[in-house]
């Protein structure tokens, strides 16, 4: 029991070193990328951009995934989501590259457009 408690230690401090850095919004969901913060992040970065507009969901995925873009049309708004996976990616205007993670911060942001 206590050699599996100390490689599970060793994991997660491996794992820590890890990290990558993401452009994430603060609070404001979405923001413009002058009101982001650079965060550490254990997955992916993420944009979602809704209708084309300047203000987008920058953040961190909790899980690492394959690097790609999608877009979509719920609620009557066209959403375009992107995961990344190397530091800063998701800071231009359009990153290389959601899964069930991005769509569900598609489906957040679109809400939140719409109210």
Do not use: W
């Not at 231009?92 to 991005?102: A, H, K, L, T, Y």
């Amino acid at each position: 029991m206590k050699v599996a408690v100390a490689v599970f230690i060793l994991m997660v401090c491996l794992h820590a070193g890890e990290a990558l850095m993401c452009k994430a919004c603060p609070s404001i969901l979405p923001c413009r990328i002058q009101d982001t913060e650079d965060a550490e992040c254990t997955g992916s970065c993420m944009k979602v951009t809704v209708d084309g507009q300047d203000l987008a969901v920058r953040s961190c995925s909790p899980i690492k995934m394959k690097e790609r873009c999608e877009s979509a049309t719920t609620l009557g708004k066209s959403a375009y989501s992107c995961a990344c996976n190397t530091d800063l990616c998701n800071s231009g205007p359009s990153i290389s590259p959601p899964s069930v993670f991005g769509l569900t911060i598609l489906l957040a942001a679109a809400r939140g457009l719409l109210n």
